[in-house]
């Protein structure tokens, strides 16, 4: 296709010609005029005028505090001047004289700030990047298994005293166990009752004497009467006062305290310990005098009931209480002997029921 | 005549008030109701030698004086406190100077041997009854059995002051433990009841558990692990033959224990995940099942006459103690406190039931009598359990093992009062003690 000058001129001045329409308004756009301010104003009358500055006039003025006095200038303060004192009293430190700075044989250096580059630190240690496999330090493999960290600290290490093999031999009114032991270690409470008043003693009532029969008189003369109505007649008569209460002791009788000794003093030596668990069911009573010093003869001592157990623990029980009465009677007794004729015969029983394990 | 009626009146009168009253009268009545619980002093002299006893007559009379002493109930006067000594066997005891020492029991003796065989004989005294305790005795023996010898006296003095038998004359059996506490090795082994004379029955190749010596100590029945599985096994005492019992596929037996007479093995039997208690017939390997629950029951103990079983069971929710007929039945639970109870054993006197409780985070031996009553804990520790009476019923043997790493387990000695407990001395951890009979 061949293009000839006037249609080629024509193309440019088209394309121009629309390059300037698309492009024109921003290459040729013309600068922004400045806003112009605008103030607003009113009209005012002269009235209007006049009283403005009337009231700007008041406004100004300055506020009178009709209470406040008028400030006043102080007065001026009395001139104190010391009391002067002879400089003969006052004895003055000398004037030093100035040192003499020696000088220098040879000129000494002023000193410059240094320019030399300062040396590099000093390498130190520091952790590898890698680990050093150190063949030495393997842990050693435990014979037995270590137990797991618990999260909860220990406790405190107490250390306890060795324990003996054997519990201590001891002498006690009851046994207690290793268990009852733990036990008993923990704090005691105080008691929730308290025990009840004793009661009153029963008022005993006097027994009214028996009103005797009256004597028959005698009449003086009687018949013949044998010798055998005499005797039961005679028998019929005799005061039986003595004979009223056999059982009763002949002496004055043991009071509670002296009878309490006695149990005190035979119980010491009443040793269950080495007896058999059939034994300690056995309750023997035994027979025994004693010698007016207290001493049990034991050649009478004797026993003469059991219960509760077989004739064998009866003989181990009786053989025990025979013990204890020779062991602690041996020195004799603690009784009044004025009441001999009460304890020269006793017959003691002994009863394991309340020393029983349970 | 009127002379003659008032001279009988005053002779009667007289003669009424001269009888003597105390003819008549009661005796004082006094009620001893409380004493003291002490050991009893007592003393034992060397032992005479009569002649070609050598050693023997001194080590005699300590062996019998550790024995009393050990049980708690009897305290040794020392001989520097003697006053007087024996010098002959026959000779008078001098009372008096035995009273000024305190020493309420006095056991003499002699001892005199000739070619292999030793002859012991003792006399036992009341001191302050001045009288002797039964008659004297002597045993005859080898060289070789003075300790037996020993034990035999120190049994008959016990007897004769405490009117019950004695047990020191008897053998224990027990699991000898060795090695880390995660690979343990354990092996039967056998000793005198006080730790002397130790004997390993088995080697450690195989675990071995809960040995139970027969009625008449000639058998031993235990369990072993041999298999890989807990199965029960029965040991001849005097070859250490060896052959199991009631071995069948799928099953494990464990717990043992004889019947009274011997005859019979009652133990536990777990099949498919359920474990009953059965018996079996030595002679004829019968068996039968005496419980049928879900719950796990072991542990049986069969009563001193043979006609009930004491065994274990949770079949009530927590571990506690029955009691049924020999021949099965409907049981009777009998433990009714807090805690667990478990491995019951029958007391040899009948009376009372040993066991383990658990309670609180403590492991207590304890004992009851038979109905469940009067429930005593004798022990108190980390672990306590595995109790075994005594020929005579009278004293206790357990495992007591302490807490961690270095709690060992080691046999312990406890008389049923609570006191005297002890440890027995052992060759190194040992657990599962059982009594034997006396030995006769």
Redesign the interface.
């Known amino acids: 296709m061949d293009w000839d000058r006037g249609t080629i001129g024509s193309a440019l001045l088209h394309g121009g010609f629309f390059v300037w329409v698309i492009l024109g308004d921003w290459l040729f756009a013309p600068q922004a005029v400045p806003e112009i301010p605008v103030s607003e104003v009113s009209l005012l009358s002269e009235a209007e005028f006049d009283n403005l500055t009337a009231a700007s006039a008041a406004a100004v003025s300055p506020p009178v505090a009709a209470s406040d006095p008028p400030p006043q200038r102080p007065a001026p303060a009395e001139e104190v001047t010391p009391d002067v004192l002879p400089e003969a009293e006052l004895a003055q430190p000398d004037i030093a004289p100035l040192p003499d700075a020696p000088l220098a044989d040879e000129a000494q250096p002023i000193p410059v700030p240094s320019t030399e580059v300062p040396a590099a630190p000093r390498p130190i240690d520091r952790v590898e990047d890698t680990p050093v496999d150190d063949t030495n330090d393997t842990p050693e493999l435990a014979d037995t298994v270590t137990p797991e960290v618990s999260e909860q600290p220990a406790e405190d290490v107490v250390e306890t005293p060795p324990e003996p093999a054997a519990s201590p031999e001891e002498a006690a009114t009851q046994i207690v166990t290793e268990a009852v032991e733990t036990e008993q270690d923990a704090p005691q409470l105080p008691p929730t009752a308290s025990r009840p008043p004793p009661g009153r003693p029963k008022v005993v009532e006097p027994v009214p004497p028996e009103e005797e029969p009256p004597v028959e008189p005698v009449p003086e003369e009687t018949a013949q009467v044998d010798v055998t109505d005499a005797l039961n007649e005679a028998l019929a008569d005799t005061p039986t006062e003595p004979a009223s209460d056999p059982t009763a002791p002949p002496g004055p009788p043991m009071t509670s305290g002296e009878q309490d000794a006695l149990r005190v003093a035979i119980k010491k030596c009443w040793n269950l310990g080495a007896l058999s668990s059939e034994a300690m069911r056995t309750t023997v009573t035994v027979s025994v005098f004693l010698g007016q010093d207290g001493t049990p003869d034991l050649s009478s001592l004797v026993m003469i009931g059991s219960e509760g157990g077989t004739e064998a623990s009866a003989e181990k029980m009786f053989e025990v209480a025979r013990r204890a009465i020779a062991r602690c009677g041996k020195a004799g007794f603690p009784l009044p002997p004025e009441k001999y004729e009460t304890w020269k015969e006793l017959e003691l029983v002994f009863d394991p029921d309340g020393m029983r394990l349970r | 005549?009127r002379l003659?009626?008032i001279f009988?009146?005053a002779a009667?009168?007289a003669l009424?008030?001269m009888?003597p009253?105390?003819l008549?009268?009661?005796?004082?009545?006094?009620?001893?109701?409380?004493?003291?619980?002490?050991?009893?002093p007592y003393a034992v002299p060397n032992f005479i030698d009569e002649g070609g006893a050598g050693e023997y007559a001194a080590n005699i009379s300590r062996v019998i004086a550790s024995d009393l002493t050990g049980t708690?109930?009897?305290?040794e006067i020392g001989p520097e406190a003697f006053i007087s000594q024996v010098t002959s066997f026959g000779a008078p005891v001098a009372y008096s100077d035995w009273?000024a020492i305190n020493a309420?029991a006095l056991v003499t003796g002699a001892v005199s041997g000739s070619g292999d065989q030793i002859v012991v004989k003792f006399r036992v005294y009341?001191v302050?009854?001045?009288a002797e305790?039964g008659e004297g005795m002597q045993f005859a023996g080898t060289p070789g059995s003075w300790r037996r010898m020993a034990h035999k006296v120190a049994d008959a003095v016990y007897s004769r002051?405490?009117?019950?038998g004695g047990y020191f004359d008897s053998r224990v059996v027990y699991v000898a433990e060795s090695g880390?506490?995660?690979a343990r090795l354990k092996q039967l082994a056998v000793m005198d009841y006080d730790g002397a004379n130790i004997q390993y029955l088995t080697d450690n190749s195989a675990l071995v558990l809960a040995p139970r010596f027969s009625p008449t100590g000639d058998r031993i029945l235990f369990t072993s692990y041999a298999t890989g599985f807990p199965q029960i096994y029965l040991m001849s005492a005097a070859d250490l033959s060896i052959r199991a019992l009631d071995q069948q596929d799928g099953t494990m037996t464990f717990a043992p224990r004889f019947s009274p007479d011997g005859n019979r093995v009652v133990f536990s039997l777990e099949r498919g995940g359920n474990t009953d208690i059965y018996t079996l017939d030595i002679g004829s390997g019968a068996l039968s099942q005496l419980t049928d629950s879900p719950a796990i029951e072991t542990g049986p103990s069969y009563s001193p006459d043979g006609s009930q079983i004491v065994f274990e069971s949770d079949r009530s929710g927590t571990q506690q103690i029955y009691i049924m007929s020999a021949g099965g039945g409907e049981p009777v639970r009998v433990s009714n406190g807090n805690g667990r109870y478990g491995t019951p054993v029958w007391s040899p006197?009948g009376d009372m039931i040993a066991f383990t409780k658990q309670n609180e985070g403590?492991f207590?031996i304890?004992v009851m009598l038979v109905d469940g009553l009067?429930e005593?804990?004798?022990?108190?520790?980390f672990l306590d359990e595995g109790p075994s009476w005594a020929p005579n019923g009278?004293v206790i043997m357990f495992t007591r093992q302490g807490a961690g790493?270095g709690g060992e387990a080691a046999l312990f000695s406890?008389d049923?009062?609570?006191?005297?407990?002890?440890?027995i001395t052992t060759d190194g951890p040992s657990s599962d003690p059982a009594w034997s009979p006396l030995l006769p």
Not at chain 2, 24 to 40: F, Q
């Open positions: 005549m003659i009626q009988a009146r009667l009168t009424t008030l009888t009253a105390t008549l009268a009661e005796p004082l009545r006094i009620v001893i109701d409380s004493g003291v619980i002490e050991p009893m708690g109930l009897f305290r009273q309420q009341d302050f009854s001045g305790l002051i405490t009117g019950e880390p506490k995660n006197r403590r207590h304890g009067e005593r804990l004798l022990t108190s520790s009278r790493e406890v049923i009062s609570g006191r005297n407990l002890r440890q």
